[in-house]
Structures are given as C-alpha cells and as structure tokens.
Antibody, heavy 119, light 110 residues
Framework: QVQLQESGPGLVKPSETLSLTCAVS?????????WGWIRQSPGKGLEWIGNIYHSGSTYYNPSLKSRVTISVDTSKNQFSLRLTSVTAADTAVYYC????????????WGQGTMVTVSS | QSALTQPASVSGSPGQSITISCTGT?????????VSWYQQHPGKAPKLMIY???NRPSGLSNRFSGSKSGNTASLTISGLQAEDEADYYC??????????FGTGTKVTVL
C-alpha cells in the first residue's frame, strides 16, 4: 500500500524559504511515476505547484516558477519542495501526491500539512 | 494560466442525479483527454474520483461518471447520497506540461 507523508515547519517568516519533504512508503520512487505538490489556501481551491518525474525532470506552475524548486532523493525515497521569498499569500495546506502519468490524475495523496507565513 | 470554471454550488435530493461542469479552453480541457475529478470532504485530502475524462479508479462506485464535450468536462453523480456532500474539483493538463485545477463546486444534499 503506497503512502505519502508530508513533513516540515508549520510556521515560516515572511521573506524566508519554505521547505517541505514528502516521504513515500510502499513504493520505490525511482521506479516510475510523477510526484507532485499541490496547495490549498484557507477556504480556497486547489493550486498545482509542480511535479517531478522519477528521473528528476521538473515541471512548475508558471505563476510560481521563479520561486519553486522540487527535488527528489531516491536514497531516502522522498521528494522535496522549496519555495523562496514567502509572503502571507503562501499560507496554505500543502499536499504531496503521486501522479498516474504525464498529464494525468493524482491518485494517491498525503494527508497535507498546514504552513503559516507570519512573523 | 487561469483556473477552470466550475459552478460554485450544486444541490440535489437523495436519489437524484446532478452534473457538475468544468469549462476551460482548447488549450486545456478541449485539447487533451486528461481531465480528472476529485472529491474533498472538510479537513481531508482530495480523493480521485475520475481520471482521463471518464475512467473510475478501481473500487470506486459506478454512481460517479465523467464525460467531455468540446471545452467542457462534466462529472455526474447518480443516486445522490448524503456522503456525496463535499467539494468537487476538476483538473486538466494544459500545453507545455502544466496542470490547472477548477474553481471548485460545493455539492449539497438536500
């Protein structure tokens, strides 16, 4: 059974960098699939942040591209999100998820982790 | 990229059928057979309901079905049940390998 679990600080100061990790269990991340990050601001809809292919190729939301880096660590079977220069607008629940294939759906999701940007 | 357009709310009585629309453009919904639908209950992670326009994940109720016509995709819930009350989001692939979600629809079971 494939499971994803997000981890990272729940509070980040404005202008600093948000860093989250998604640990994958029950499947080797280096085998296949795309792995992605999605966020949801309080009371708002879902926003795709970006994806990484198991080989390391990355794809980002154009509106966030200048501030986002997604990387994969196959030795730890996890992938990570870095979002720089955060503001209050980046306050959200951040989800990691597995994507079925290029362009397709996210079929397995983590439970999500709330990140608040505040001084 | 702009979010796909969904109605803010849809309601129906138990046993009825409802349809949620998801309108995009020829650069996303209309251009690819990569439309997905998610159900989200309050405080929970989204759950995949439909992928690649009309496919159901294994084990999912056949009360949920998806379709597409032109730039608009649709999710139909038949035999509406109390547990179907949730938020629903569509998602589409767009050109240059980006993804976009819909604005979300709150389904209320009367």
């Amino acid at each position: 059974q494939v499971q994803l679990q997000e981890s990272g600080p729940g509070l980040v100061k404005p202008s600093e960098t948000l860093s989250l990790t998604c640990a994958v269990s029950g499947y080797s991340i280096s085998s296949a699939y795309y792995w992605g990050w999605i966020r949801q601001s309080p009371g708002k809809g879902l926003e795709w942040i970006g994806n990484i292919y198991h080989s390391g190729s990355t794809y980002y939301n154009p509106s966030l591209k200048s501030r986002v880096t997604i990387s994969v660590d196959t030795s730890k079977n996890q992938f990570s999100l870095r979002l720089t220069s955060v503001t209050a607008a980046d306050t959200a629940v951040y989800y990691c998820a597995r994507q079925r294939g290029g362009g397709s759906a996210f079929d397995i999701w983590g439970q999500g982790t709330m990140v608040t940007v505040s001084s | 990229q702009s979010a796909l357009t969904q109605p803010a709310s849809v309601s129906g009585s138990p046993g009825q059928s409802i349809t949620i629309s998801c309108t995009g453009t020829s650069s996303d919904v209309g251009g690819y057979n990569y439309v997905s639908w998610y159900q989200q209950h309050p405080g929970k992670a989204p759950k995949l309901m439909i992928y690649d326009v009309s496919n159901r994940p294994s084990g999912l109720s056949n009360r949920f079905s998806g379709s597409k016509s032109g730039n608009t995709a649709s999710l139909t819930i038949s035999g509406l049940q109390a547990e179907d009350e949730a938020d629903y989001y569509c998602q589409s692939y767009t050109r240059s390998y980006t993804l976009v979600f819909g604005t979300g629809t709150k389904v209320t079971v009367l």
